[in-house]
Structure formats: C-alpha cells, structure tokens
C-alpha cells in the first residue's frame, strides 16, 4: 500500500495481552503516518478505521476489561445474525418507511 505522501506503508501491530486485543494498522516508511487500523479481540474482528475517524485506534486506546468484553459480545451477536440469514428476503412493511 502506498500513502498519500507517497511513501511505502509497513503493516503493525500492538497487543493488549491482558484484555485479548490486537490492533492493526499501515505505518508510513516516510512519514510516519498510521492508518487503515482493524481493532481485534479475542481473534475476532469488532472495529476500523473510517476516513476521517480513528475509531478503532480510540477504542484500542480506551479499552477496558468491561468495555472489550461488551464490545465483544455485542459485535460477536450481530455478525452472528448476519451469517445465519444467508437467505434474500422481501423487506416488511414497516423497514421500508
């Protein structure tokens, strides 16, 4: 990947051992500019980076054991729901307005 100043980007990574989290992100050679940040806990994918927004990497930062394991829990639920209907559906009524 290549960063907007031109440079070469490396991927990194920090740890949190205790609350079982990872960040992700793309650091700029030349620069130093960090970017593209995935937060991960327990393994699994809960956040990014938004253009304009650091929110993993503020989440990383504020992270709690009570926060990661509600963080977990919620972002483990809903992708659950999204994995177990691979159907295509009509939209109801009330989704639509």
């Not at 729901?81 to 559906?89: A, T």
Request: one cysteine or more.
């Amino acid at each position: 990947m290549q960063c907007s100043c031109g440079g070469a980007t490396d991927r990194g990574k920090v740890r949190n051992g205790r609350l079982k989290a990872d960040l992700e992100y793309q650091v700029c050679q030349a620069c130093g500019r960090v970017s593209d940040a995935a937060l991960y806990i327990q393994g699994r994918w809960v956040s990014s980076d938004l253009p304009g927004d650091a929110i993993a990497r503020r989440w990383f930062n504020e992270l709690t054991e009570e926060s990661a394991d509600q963080l977990l829990t919620v972002v483990t639920s809903l992708q659950d729901v999204f994995e177990e209907d691979d159907s295509p559906r009509e939209p109801e009524q009330a989704e639509l307005f």
